[in-house]
């Protein structure tokens, strides 16, 4: 167990670093490039100047499906590069999820570098500062290295839709930017080239959208994606969440980790008055919600290693009766470039959410995919643009493969493989290390000649 255990310490002080390093990276690109983007919300209605948009009116340069995290940053981005963009999400009303609620610092300078910093502001986003490391009734607090960046950095956590919404509404109030909602049901293919998509509008109604590019940000549950790559998709845990009030946390404004058996606790706030609680429950099933299961294991099991802070928040929650469960997906890049088309976001790479890097990494592709596109007017020779942009999977490498493989030391430590680590670096140690200021956590990554690429 204490191996085990000295896996999830590992992973999570992996992904700690590894947002260390995004910050480090960014840390000059970063200066300087505040700018103020406050704009007022535009409505959402699908139309374009006022009037219903026709079937493929040859108007659009590119289309987005999903206006998620990606999708409403690559519309925002674009859109803002001058290009027409059509977006078509399936719901255009404010998402109720227990995904994408914490941004790390290192995706909150991206926010900055795409100029949509000013969508974590009113939604009573909480700053974030660090981590607290909980264990065995032993505590410690690890802090983000923000000392040079000006005071705004920092991670930001909210309310997942409260944010989606801002970014959705500024990527609307672009004249050029057009959201509509609908359902994407099938890309449009012509001799291997992506011309566009077919979609379902309310009541049923189909229609079809052309343009030279298809950007598809179909979310970790993607149907679009398989004509586009290999989806090789793992699932080796669930979250289950659950929100609590009227509660402090030990550590205000820092994210809270308990390394409790089978596997840890997370704790962040999402508003100035709730705390999102997220149990990761390994294995391919969780409890059932519904034959009170799960109840029974969320008072049996995770209570007794809740911080006594939290215990009685924690209790009510459960009682609350609202506990949502996600499936913990991680998938490695592996498109099939292809002309006319592009996959962002979950839908092109998935990695485990337990250090909280899908949005940083989604934001980092945009940064590098914007600037690629940005020389460019004309997007119409399909093929010459899809041998241009296999440069994006190169280029993309140093944040997301990072990122990537930091988090995927909790599903590849395997205790065969944990007990060999333990002989090499010690470790039990590790662990202890971690309460105590991580210095052997860093010696130990010191050992490693690289971080091999996802
Ligand atoms: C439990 C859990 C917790 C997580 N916590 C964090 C965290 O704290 N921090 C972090 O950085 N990351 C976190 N992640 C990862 C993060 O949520 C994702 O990386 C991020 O949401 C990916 O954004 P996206 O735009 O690709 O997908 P999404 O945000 O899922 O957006 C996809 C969009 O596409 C739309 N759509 C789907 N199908 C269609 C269709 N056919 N036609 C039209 N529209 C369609 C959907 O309605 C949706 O709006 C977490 C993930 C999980 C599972």
């Not at 999402?270 to 969320?298: A, H, Q, W």
């Not at 690629?372 to 241009?388: A, E, I």
Request: aromatic share 6%; charged share 20%; with cysteine.
């Amino acid at each position: 167990m204490e191996v085990l255990y000295g896996a999830v310490a590992a992973s999570l002080l992996l992904g700690f670093l590894g947002f260390c390093y995004v910050l480090a990276s960014s840390k000059k690109e970063a200066k300087g490039k505040v700018e103020g983007n406050a704009r007022s919300a535009a409505v959402i209605d699908g139309s374009v100047d006022g009037r219903p948009r026709s079937e493929d009116d040859g108007a659009t340069d590119v289309i987005v499906v999903g206006a998620g995290v990606a999708g409403a940053a690559i519309a925002y981005v674009l859109g803002k590069d001058g290009h027409r963009v059509h977006v078509i999400e399936r719901d255009l009303s404010e998402p109720d999820r227990i995904v994408g609620e914490l941004l790390q610092p290192g995706g909150y300078l991206k926010l900055i570098e795409l100029g949509l910093q000013d969508c974590v502001e009113e939604i009573d986003a909480q700053r974030v500062l660090g981590y607290a490391l909980f264990k065995d009734g032993r505590n410690t607090k690890v802090s983000y290295p923000l000392e040079e960046f000006s005071s705004d950095v920092s991670g930001r956590s909210f309310h997942n839709g409260r944010f989606i919404q801002r970014m959705r509404e500024k990527a609307a109030s672009l004249p050029n930017v057009q959201l509509e909602q609908g359902t994407v049901t099938s890309l449009l293919e012509e001799n291997g080239t992506v011309k566009g998509v077919v979609y379902k509008v309310k009541g049923g109604v189909e229609s079809k959208a052309c343009a030279p590019l298809t950007i598809v940000c179909d979310g970790c549950f993607s149907n679009l994606r398989k004509s586009l790559c290999h989806p090789n998709v793992d699932v080796p845990s669930y979250f289950v969440g659950l929100v609590l009030k009227n509660c402090e946390l030990p550590y205000p404004n820092h994210g809270h980790v308990i390394l409790a058996n089978p596997s840890p606790i997370l704790f962040y706030p999402i508003s100035s008055t709730e705390v999102r609680c997220l149990v990761d429950v390994p294995g391919p099933k969780v409890p059932s919600i519904t034959n009170g299961e799960m109840t029974n294991y969320l008072k049996t099991v995770v209570a007794p290693q809740v911080p006594p802070q939290l215990y009685d928040a924690f209790i009510s929650a459960i009682d609350s009766g609202s506990i949502r469960t996600m499936p913990n997906k991680s998938m490695p890049a592996s498109p099939y470039p292809t002309p006319g088309a592009l996959l962002m976001g979950d839908a092109f790479n998935m990695r485990h959410p337990l250090t909280g890097g899908g949005m940083t990494v989604a934001l980092s592709d945009i940064v590098v995919l914007r600037n690629l596109l940005k020389p460019l007017h004309d997007l119409n020779d399909s093929s010459s643009l899809c041998k241009y942009l296999e440069s994006f999977y190169t280029l993309r490498k140093p944040v997301a493969s990072t990122i990537n493989t930091l988090a995927g030391a909790y599903t590849r430590f395997s205790v065969h493989h944990l007990m060999k680590l333990e002989m090499r670096c010690g470790m039990p140690v590790l662990i202890t290390s971690a309460l105590e200021g991580c210095s052997q956590m860093v010696q130990w990554l010191c050992c490693q000649d690289s971080i091999p690429a996802h």
